[in-house]
C-alpha cells in the first residue's frame, strides 16, 4: 500500500470532511482519514487499483478542491489559507460594525425613529448577503450533491429570518410609518407585526466569530510544526577537496563533512569526527542545559553549536532526518482521529437530516394546535439554529491539535489520537533500567585505597594504564582522574585479566585482581559487587593498591519521575537484563519497591513480561530506549521511547520522549491525559446545549436570535477551552 497526503480546500464543517472520507473509501483498495480541522486527507491506497490523480479526481467530484501534499508542506500555511483567513476576518468585521445598530435599533424601542426598520434592512442585507456568503455557498455546493450539512442548517435558519421579514415588510405590517418592536426573551405571538433581520446579522456574526476562533486555533496549533521545519539550517559549510563551500542544506548528501563553527546551527544529523563543544539541544528536546559532545557523538540537525569548531560527518539527511521525523510524527497525529472523533462523525451524518425533519415537525405541530403563522415559523426557525452542531464537530480536532502542537513545543512527540485513550487507562508503567533510568554510561562512584596509600595517587597511575584501553570501564577511570596524565611505556592489554604498564618507573597494573585483597580492599570489592557496580584493582610494583568501583548511574531526575508516576496512579516497575544486585540497588535509589523489579531479563523474554501482567488484568505502560526495547513497546498498551534511543525503538513506540528525561514521561502521560479531558469537556457542553434547547426551541419558548448567540458561543466556548492546552507546562 502506498500513501498519499491530500490538502483539501472547501470544506466548511465535519459534515464536509465525512463526505469526502465516505466518496474516498468508497473506492476500491482505499483507506481515508479526512481531517476537518487540519483540513488533510490521508490516504493508504493499492497504487494497482487507482492513483493520486484519481483520487484527487474524486475530491473534486465531491464537490471541494484537493492537492498533493509533500512531507514537508502539512506545517506550511497555503496561501491561499491566508487569503481565506484575510477574507473572514474582513467579512467578520463588516458584519460587526452592522449589527451592532441592528440589534440597538431592533431591541430599544426608544432609538426606533420613523421608517427604523428600512435601515435595518439596509444594513442587514449586506450582513446576510456578504457575511453569510460563505455558509450559503458552501449549502448550494452540498445541495448540488445531494448532501446537507451544518452549512444547510445555517443557511436554513438565517433565510427563513430574513425572508420572513421581507415578507413582513412589503406585505404585512411592519413596514408601515411608526411601527416599533422590543426585544423579547421568549418569540412573541404577533402575526405580521414582527421582522427577525436582527436574528439573522447576530446569527451570522456569531457564526463567523465562531470560524475566526477556529482559524486561529488551527493556526496556533500548527505554530509548533512550522516552528519545526523553520528550525533547520538553510546553508551549511561542507568540505570540498581540503576547502570549505557553502552549500543550500538540500544539496547535502550522507558522507558529506561538514564545518560548524560557534553560534551555528548544526545542518544536519550527523557525527563528530572532530573538535568538542556544547551543543544547545533546547529546541528539540525542552532541555535547557547544553549538551558535551566530542568525537564520535552523535549530534542533530538544527540544534546550535554553543563553543568549539566541530567537524560532523552527515548521517541523515531530507526526510531521515530527526527533524522531519518529528514533523512527520506530529502531523500524523493531528491528522488522524481518536476513537471519540469517529462517534462525532457518525452522529454528524444523521444529525443534520433529523433536525430539518424536527424544524418541519415544529412548524406543523404549531398551526395544527392553532398557535398561528409567526409562532410556528419563529420556534422553526429557532430548531434550525440552535441545532447546528458546529461544536460537536470543533470539540475533538481542536484539542487534539493544540495537545499535540504544545507535545511537540516540550520534546513530547504524541503519535496518534488513540494514544490519549490509552493514558487514560493505565495502571502499571514498567521501566528499562540502562538509557531509561540509568544514564546508559559507565562512571567511577568510589575509590578506595590500601592502608598508607593516597587514592588520588592510585586512580592518576591506574588512569594513565587506562587511557591505552578503549572499554567503557577504562573510558570511565581516565575521565575521572582528568587529562593531565602521565606517559605510559610497555603497555599490554591482556585478554580477560586487563592492562598493564610502566608509568613513572612503577609497574601498574589495571584489571581482576591478581591474589588476596587485604581487608579494606576485599570489603570494597565485595560491596561494589553487591551492590551491582563493577570493582577493578589497581597493582603497583606488583601489589594491590586500590580498588575502584565503576558502574551505571542513576539520573538525577528518575527519583523524582518514579514518584510522580506513583502520583499519577501508576505502579513503576523495573525491567532490566542486568543481574538482580546492580537492579536493587537501582530500585532503591529511585523508589521503586524490590518486589517490583524484574531482573537478568534476556531481551525476547520483555515482551512475554509484558503479556504476563497483561495476562493479570494490568494496563502496561512500557519505556525504553534499546533496540532490545522495542518488542516490548511494541507490546505495551502504551510505548514510551526516549528520543536519545534506537529508531527502531522509537518507531515501535506510542509517544517519543525528545529530552531523554524521564520526567517527560510523566508529563507525556499528563498532557495526554488533559488532552482528552479537554476534549470529554467539549463534548459534554456541545452535546448539553443541543440536548437541552432542542425541545425548549421545538416548544416555541426560544427567540431565533437568542438560539443564534447560544449556539455560536457553544463554539467560541469549544475552541476557547482547547486553546487552554497551550498553557500545560513541563514538570
Known amino acids: 500500500m502506498d500513501t498519499l497526503e491530500l490538502g483539501v480546500t472547501g470544506m466548511t464543517c465535519t459534515s464536509c470532511s465525512g463526505r469526502v472520507e465516505r466518496k ?166 404577533t402575526t405580521m407585526d414582527e421582522i427577525y433581520l436582527e436574528t439573522a446579522a447576530v446569527v451570522i456574526t456569531f457564526l463567523l466569530l465562531g470560524r475566526w476562533f477556529e482559524t486561529r486555533a488551527k493556526g496556533r496549533s500548527s505554530a509548533a510544526l512550522r516552528a519545526l521545519l523553520d528550525m533547520g539550517a538553510k546553508d551549511a559549510a561542507v568540505l570540498r577537496d581540503g576547502s570549505e563551500v557553502r552549500v543550500p542544506v538540500r544539496d547535502l548528501a550522507v558522507g558529506d563533512i561538514i564545518v560548524v563553527r560557534p553560534g551555528e546551527k548544526i545542518a544536519a544529523d550527523g557525527v563528530v569526527v572532530e573538535g568538542a563543544s556544547a551543543v544547545d539541544e533546547s529546541m528539540l528536546t525542552g532541555e535547557s542545559v547544553p549538551v558535551e559532545v566530542a568525537p564520535d557523538s552523535r549530534v542533530t540537525g538544527a540544534t546550535i553549536n554553543a563553543s568549539g569548531r566541530l567537524l ?127 544514564e546508559g554510561a559507565m562512571s567511577v562512584t568510589d575509590v578506595t585505597a590500601a592502608p598508607g596509600v593516597d587514592a588520588a595517587e592510585v586512580l592518576r597511575l591506574g588512569a594513565a594504564v587506562e587511557a591505552g584501553s578503549e572499554h567503557p570501564i577504562a573510558r570511565a577511570i581516565v575521565r575521572r582522574a582528568g587529562d593531565q596524565l602521565p606517559v605510559v611505556s610497555d603497555f599490554a592489554n591482556e585478554a580477560g585479566q586487563g592492562v598493564r604498564g610502566v608509568v613513572e618507573g612503577r609497574a601498574v597494573s589495571v584489571g581482576r585482581p591478581a591474589g588476596t585483597l587485604e581487608d579494606s580492599l576485599h570489603s570494597a570489592f565485595t560491596q561494589a559487587q553487591e551492590q551491582g557496580g563493577t570493582p577493578v584493582v589497581i597493582s603497583l610494583d606488583g601489589r594491590p593498591a586500590g580498588v575502584v568501583t565503576v558502574r551505571d548511574t542513576v539520573k538525577a531526575t528518575s527519583a523524582d519521575a518514579v514518584a510522580a508516576l506513583r502520583e499519577l496512579g501508576m ?104 488532552t482528552l479531558g479537554t476534549i470529554k469537556g467539549n463534548l459534554f457542553w456541545a452535546f448539553a446545549y443541543n440536548v437541552v434547547l432542542i425541545p425548549v426551541a421545538a416548544l416555541g419558548f426560544l427567540n431565533p436570535m437568542l438560539a443564534g448567540v447560544a449556539m455560536a458561543f457553544s463554539s467560541v466556548f469549544v475552541v476557547t477551552n482547547s486553546l487552554r492546552l497551550r498553557g500545560f507546562r513541563a514538570s
Open 24 to 189: 474516498l473509501n468508497k473506492v476500491d483498495g482505499v483507506e481515508a482519514t479526512v481531517n476537518f480541522a487540519t483540513e488533510t486527507a490521508s490516504i493508504s491506497y493499492d497504487p494497482a487499483k487507482t492513483d493520486p490523480a484519481a483520487l484527487i479526481d474524486v475530491v473534486r467530484g465531491a464537490g471541494y478542491d484537493a492537492v498533493a501534499l509533500t512531507p514537508d508542506e502539512p506545517a506550511e500555511e497555503p496561501a491561499e489559507g491566508a487569503s481565506a483567513s484575510t477574507d473572514l476576518q474582513r467579512r467578520l468585521l463588516m458584519s460587526a460594525l452592522l449589527t451592532v445598530p441592528i440589534v440597538a435599533l431592533s431591541m430599544i424601542p426608544a432609538l426606533q425613529f420613523t421608517h427604523w426598520q428600512w435601515a435595518v434592512l439596509t444594513m442587514t442585507t449586506p450582513v446576510f448577503f456578504t457575511g453569510g456568503a460563505p455558509f450559503h455557498r458552501a449549502t448550494w455546493i452540498n445541495l448540488r450533491h445531494g448532501s446537507f450539512t451544518m452549512d444547510t442548517l445555517i443557511t436554513l435558519g438565517t433565510s427563513a429570518a430574513y425572508l420572513w421579514s421581507l415578507w413582513a415588510l412589503f406585505l404585512g405590517n411592519a413596514g408601515h410609518a411608526g411601527m416599533t418592536m422590543e426585544m423579547h426573551l421568549f418569540p412573541a405571538d
Open 312 to 438: 560532523v560527518e552527515v548521517t541523515r539527511i531530507g526526510e531521515d532526518s530527526t527533524l522531519a521525523q518529528m514533523a512527520r510524527l506530529v502531523s500524523d497525529a493531528q491528522s488522524r482521529k481518536a476513537p471519540v472523533q469517529r462517534l462525532v462523525d457518525r452522529i454528524s451524518q444523521v444529525f443534520v437530516p433529523v433536525v430539518i425533519v424536527v424544524a418541519l415537525l415544529t412548524l406543523g405541530t404549531h398551526l395544527l394546535l392553532g398557535h398561528g403563522l409567526a409562532p410556528a415559523f419563529t420556534a422553526a426557525v429557532a430548531v434550525l439554529i440552535i441545532a447546528c452542531p458546529c461544536a460537536l464537530g470543533l470539540a475533538t480536532p481542536t484539542a487534539l491539535l493544540v495537545g499535540t502542537g504544545r507535545g511537540a513545543q516540550l520534546g513530547l512527540l504524541i503519535k496518534g489520537p488513540e494514544v490519549l485513550e490509552s493514558t487514560r487507562r493505565v495502571d502499571t508503567i514498567v521501566m528499562d533500567k540502562t538509557g531509561t533510568v540509568t
Open 571 to 674: 505502579t513503576p516497575m523495573l525491567l532490566t537484563g542486568d543481574n538482580a544486585g546492580a537492579a536493587r540497588a537501582v530500585a532503591a535509589e529511585v523508589g521503586v519497591d524490590p518486589a517490583d523489579v524484574i531482573a537478568e531479563v534476556m531481551p525476547d523474554d520483555k515482551v512475554a513480561v509484558i503479556a504476563r501482567l497483561q495476562e493479570e488484568g494490568r494496563t502496561v505502560a512500557m519505556v525504553g530506549d534499546g533496540v532490545n526495547d522495542a518488542a516490548a513497546l511494541a507490546q505495551a498498551d502504551l510505548g514510551l521511547a526516549m528520543g536519545a534511543g534506537t529508531d527502531v525503538a522509537i518507531e515501535a513506540s506510542d509517544i517519543t520522549l525528545m529530552n531523554n528525561d524521564l520526567r517527560s514521561a510523566v508529563d507525556a502521560i499528563r498532557l495526554s491525559r488533559r
